[in-house]
């Protein structure tokens, strides 16, 4: 890897890791998860990043895919297990990061350090040649240790410059996959741990998007908008929040994007048991991997 590349990549990992710290900081009873978000956020700025994507806030039985809205009035309150997933670019150059904290109390501590558990167990494990089918089998058997269930259509992923799902994923459970990791390559390692079924589902939005194409429309104002959002976000995920600010009095057109597929509005991704999650982003060595958040 070329030494600017993963100057800024090291860089994101400092940042990401301190944005992540910072936010299982705030994580309280009472807190507004809105303040959490934009607090995070701004954090990064300030320390010389941008956010990757929208600060992830998923409680409970929400796995993924949730941030605040610009008015959200949601709290958080004592006993919620809460997870903040951060991400960080320097130049589209990204580094992600999860932590999961339960308020004020102790009744998940085990489901927590199992998917802890998890991703140093794969992270122990990576090295050049490494099936990819292995880590997943990795993942699965430490949750499974615990008394618990991965959560097997979640997974890990590999990133580029602006791309934060760059194809290739790293799966929670055992598959065939006979893919071996390559030095060089970046990966976000993901577990997720749940007293459920170990399946997510789709339920109701997540107030994250994410520009795909120009619109079929030949509406002129949603051709311009589709543009702007082009350029202001490029092909990272946003938030509704840093949509309102920016483009005041437009939701309406980026709901008729959404509708006409120019932009993908991602869904909240819900289990039926309480969930955790773990996440680290690291880079494949000769010998092993280096941690960079």
Not at 103 to 111: A, P, Q, R
Not at 180 to 191: H, K, Q, S, T
Not at 231 to 252: C, I, M, Q, S
Request: with cysteine.
């Amino acid at each position: 890897m070329d030494e600017d590349i993963l100057r800024k990549y090291r860089k994101a990992g400092r940042i990401a890791k301190k944005a992540r710290e910072f936010g299982i900081e705030l994580v309280d009873d009472g807190v507004s998860m809105l303040e959490v978000a934009d607090r995070v956020e701004q954090k990064i700025l300030e320390m010389g990043g941008r956010p990757a994507f929208p600060v992830n806030i998923s409680v409970n039985h929400v796995a993924a895919h949730f941030s605040p809205k610009h008015d959200d009035r949601l709290v958080l309150k004592k006993g919620d297990v809460v997870k903040i997933d951060v991400g960080v670019h320097v130049d589209g150059f990204i580094a992600d990061t999860a932590d999961t904290k339960e308020i004020g109390m102790d009744k998940y501590h085990d489901l927590i350090e199992s998917s802890r558990s998890a991703l140093w167990r794969a992270i122990e494990e990576i090295r050049p040649g490494r099936r990819i089918g292995e880590i997943g089998k990795i993942v699965s058997e430490t949750i499974k240790s615990k008394g618990f269930r991965p959560v097997r259509n979640l997974s890990g992923h590999s990133m580029d410059r602006y791309i934060l799902h760059a194809g290739l994923s790293i799966p929670n459970v055992p598959t065939r996959e006979k893919m071996g990791l390559r030095e060089g390559m970046v990966l976000a390692i993901e577990p997720f741990a749940t007293l459920g079924s170990g399946y997510v589902r789709s339920k109701g939005g997540s107030n994250i998007y994410r520009y795909l194409s120009p619109p079929s429309s030949r509406e002129l104002r949603l051709r311009i908008l589709s543009e702007r959002i082009k350029r202001r976000f490029k092909t990272l995920p946003f938030a509704e929040r840093w949509f309102v600010r920016e483009f005041p009095n437009l939701f309406d057109g980026l709901e008729r994007l959404v509708f006409l597929k120019s932009v993908y509005h991602y869904p909240r991704l819900v289990d039926d048991g309480i969930v955790s999650q773990h996440e680290h982003t690291i880079i494949v060595t000769s010998d092993g991997c280096e941690v960079i958040t």
